[in-house]
């Protein structure tokens, strides 16, 4: 501002002095030959001039920068009520640095009411503090790095982040940080329950409604995860197909509502018969599928034991009107077969029905010894006499990949 108002002055005066000469060329006298009396009165007048023209130059100066101070005075006050009302977190720091200038920490320079409750304390206890000496526990040491490399490179930073209950009032927070002239500006967001709608909807696009299980839709996706992984850790894993027989039966016998339960009942059955990590899903219908991680036909065996253990239990509570019965069928998949899921769920479900088919056939012959003279004979010769009679349908599924087990105790 005084630059400035010297270069004016100059002017004006070097204006005056030009005026007050000009003023003596008019009354016919030389610059050197006037004496000083006869010239005071021009410098006078011209020395008031000078003084009034710098008087109201730097009143007009004083006046701007009042009224610029003023204005920022109300832009600052303006953005400190915005920042204290906001229903973000807020979160000003500066940068501690050494001698030699590197970034070593972050003290709280402010921090609005709805910051300072979503770190569970007060404005007066955490401004002034240092967040690698004081809030590490809370933080993390990473997320203190990320601020010194977002202060380095003048980059800013958001993410979502899942946080601990027990440090913040939030269990999701979007977090943007915001480099300024020598520290950050950190916002802080509670979107917890954008992210437990998210996930609401996820699960919902994912899992059956009846039976909470996964849907196909989900099976796909975990099982494909799943099935990498095994394959890159060189472990074994079974695929198990599951159908509930004669199930249109019991729905035009008993009705949908029961044909529901029924459904539900084999959903807790199969979901507590295998571990927490293996994945139990709905496909449609009647039909449900297992992947047993890390697992093989002796393990596929063991679940079938403990799955018809289950079931004959459930069927003497007679909390159903009719009565379970399941088919199943595995084919267990090495660490070397690099078949699409999708093939694999059609070679279990080729076996399901070779096996479906095979118990149909056994039962018909049953039927027919029972009402044939042959059934007469002793038991080995008619067991042998139907086995020639009807001999099961079966065609190999693969070469050396699918392991079947005597699923059939009948």
Excluded at 44 to 64: D, F, K, M, Q
Excluded at 92 to 102: F, H, K
Excluded at 312 to 319: G, I, P
């Amino acid at each position: 501002m005084f630059d400035r108002l010297l270069v004016r002055a100059t002017f004006w005066t070097a204006l005056a002095v030009g005026c007050a000469v000009a003023s003596l060329d008019a009354y016919g006298l030389t610059i050197g030959a006037p004496t000083f009396g006869q010239i005071a009165p021009l410098l006078s007048l011209a020395a008031l001039a000078v003084v009034v023209v710098g008087w109201r130059l730097l009143h007009g100066e004083i006046g701007r920068l009042q009224s610029d101070k003023a204005s920022l005075r109300d832009r600052v006050r303006r953005l400190d009520d915005a920042m204290h009302a906001s229903p973000d977190g807020v979160v000003l720091l500066r940068a501690q640095r050494n001698t030699t200038g590197d970034v070593l920490d972050f003290e709280i320079t402010d921090i609005n009411p709805s910051g300072a409750a979503l770190l569970r304390d007060t404005r007066n206890q955490l401004v002034g503090r240092l967040l690698r000496r004081d809030l590490t526990s809370m933080l993390g040491v990473d997320t203190i790095d990320r601020y010194i490399n977002a202060l380095s490179t003048k980059r800013s930073l958001l993410e979502e982040v899942r946080v601990h209950r027990r440090r913040f009032t939030a269990a999701w927070l979007s977090h943007q940080v915001v480099p300024t002239a020598d520290g950050l500006a950190v916002t802080l967001q509670d979107i917890s329950e954008r992210k437990r709608e998210e996930i609401r909807l996820r699960r919902a696009s994912l899992t059956d409604d009846l039976t909470q299980l996964y849907n196909r839709r989900g099976f796909l996706t975990l099982a494909e995860q799943q099935l990498r992984v095994a394959r890159r850790q060189g472990k074994d894993v079974v695929l198990l197909y599951v159908d509930l027989d004669d199930f249109k039966l019991l729905n035009d016998q008993y009705g949908h509502a029961e044909g529901d339960r029924a459904l539900i009942a084999v959903s807790r059955l199969l979901r507590r018969t295998v571990r927490d990590c293996d994945i139990v899903a709905r496909m449609g219908g009647d039909e449900f599928t297992m992947l047993a991680i890390d697992a093989d036909g002796a393990a596929a065996r063991i679940i079938q034991r403990r799955i018809e253990d289950r079931v004959a239990q459930f069927n003497a509570t007679h909390e159903l009107q009719g009565t379970l019965a399941l088919t199943i069928g595995h084919t267990r998949v090495r660490s070397s077969d690099h078949s699409s899921l999708i093939e694999l769920l059609a070679r279990a479900d080729t076996l399901l029905y070779a096996r479906k088919k095979r118990r149909k056939l056994t039962a018909a012959v049953t039927a027919r010894a029972a009402s044939n003279p042959i059934a007469r004979l002793p038991r080995a010769r008619a067991a042998l006499v139907t086995t020639k009679l009807s001999p099961p349908d079966l065609s190999p599924v693969s070469r050396g990949i699918v392991h079947t087990s005597a699923l059939d105790h009948a």
